[in-house]
């Protein structure tokens, strides 16, 4: 307590925004929460005066209601806070045990953290530098937290903002990461399981389209030469398996043609082809798995065919235009030479009719033949 000039009294402690100098007398009281400074409470006078005991004791009074305030005041935020930590890990939690996507987990995680902490950025970082999901901006400050799983350190937690991060946020980013890194491979195991059941799928229906191809070459009418039967039994599996390669590679449903035939060119113009000169055109088109393994089978036919019965010049194309698409087999050989029926075109009628929902055409083209098949696009 200071009756008069207290502004000029050493212990003062001036605030630039109050006007101190038009008062005289002061009266400051501790504000104490479990023995603890949180402020002062401050009474001042215009005209020099001493304040008594009961005054004081009044002051102080306020003071401990005042202090009170402030503690449930900060036991409230604690609260409303925890509250706001435990519905972001709820969220996460039940978005990671409820999607079967990793991505879906992912972009819940990132989206969450950033609500929950006004971030305004985040992303999730795998361990081979991936970025595997960004969101917003980076910030002045930026704070990375690790995804460990089983003790190995799978990705991290990047998370920016503006402002600098609190301790309290700090480890609620560290609880988020550690809800990530579940994610993250619990995700991983999903899609390992997913990839085994479609590769399975995948092989089965393939090794089924193996033998019903062999049956009807088994069952085919006429004289059987063995070894033509079995090497276009090996050209109609190889082709089979380029499919799934190109499926397994791409990790996809979709078939790039223009990949798919060329592989299948390079590959027969290698078996049969010896000295022919096959050029091609094609354009990129996706097409369904199962439909490009019908498309890479009827190719194979044609091809083969071309290559085996034909002239020196074999030409292909691969073209869309008005939702369908156009394959060609074209070459030079003469009509009258070539075998027009037979096991392999059945198949290709067949593959055309029921598989592609298609047409098939052979036309004499100057001097040569030439193979078309038109089917949707989709």
Not at 165 to 193: K, N, P, Y
């Amino acid at each position: 307590m200071i009756p008069r000039d207290a502004h000029l009294d050493p212990r003062f402690k001036r605030f630039p925004n109050l006007r101190e100098e038009q008062y005289q007398s002061i009266l400051a009281v501790p504000i104490l929460a479990r023995e603890r400074l949180e402020g002062a409470l401050n009474v001042r006078t215009e005209e020099a005066r001493e304040f008594g005991r009961e005054e004081i004791d009044l002051l102080m009074a306020i003071a401990g209601q005042v202090a009170q305030a402030i503690e449930n005041a900060k036991l409230y935020d604690h609260a409303q806070r925890r509250v706001v930590e435990l519905e972001a890990l709820a969220a996460i939690s039940e978005a990671v045990s409820e999607s079967l996507y990793l991505e879906e987990s992912l972009e819940a995680i990132v989206n969450t953290t950033m609500a929950t902490v006004e971030a305004t950025g985040a992303a999730l970082v795998l361990e081979d530098g991936t970025i595997a999901w960004p969101e917003g901006r980076p910030g002045a400050h930026a704070v990375r937290f690790p995804l460990r799983w089983k003790g190995r350190q799978v990705g991290e937690l990047v998370c920016d903002r503006d402002e600098p991060f609190t301790d309290e946020e700090r480890r609620l980013l560290s609880s988020i990461a550690r809800h990530a890194a579940v994610a993250l491979e619990h995700g991983r195991a999903v899609m390992r399981g997913v990839l085994a059941q479609e590769i399975h799928h995948r092989v089965k229906n393939n090794l089924q389209t193996v033998a019903s191809l062999l049956r009807l070459q088994a069952t085919s009418a006429g004289e059987i030469d063995p070894r033509k039967a079995l090497d276009d039994s090996v050209n109609r599996i190889l082709a089979i398996a380029a499919v799934h390669e190109v499926l397994t590679e791409r990790r996809d449903d979709d078939v790039d043609l223009a990949e798919l035939v060329e592989r299948l060119r390079a590959m027969l113009v290698q078996g049969l082809g010896r000295g022919k000169r096959v050029s091609s055109r094609l354009e990129p088109i996706s097409l369904h798995g199962e439909r490009a393994t019908a498309l890479a089978l009827v190719f194979s036919e044609l091809l083969g065919n071309a290559l085996e019965h034909g002239g020196d010049d074999v030409r292909v194309e691969l073209v869309r235009g008005n939702g369908r698409v156009l394959l060609t087999v074209a070459d030079d050989g003469a009509w009258s030479d070539r075998a027009v029926e037979g096991t392999g075109l059945s198949i290709v009628r067949a593959l055309v009719r029921d598989e592609l929902r298609g047409e098939l055409s052979l036309v004499s083209s100057g001097g040569g033949l030439r193979a078309e098949v038109a089917f949707p696009s989709s």
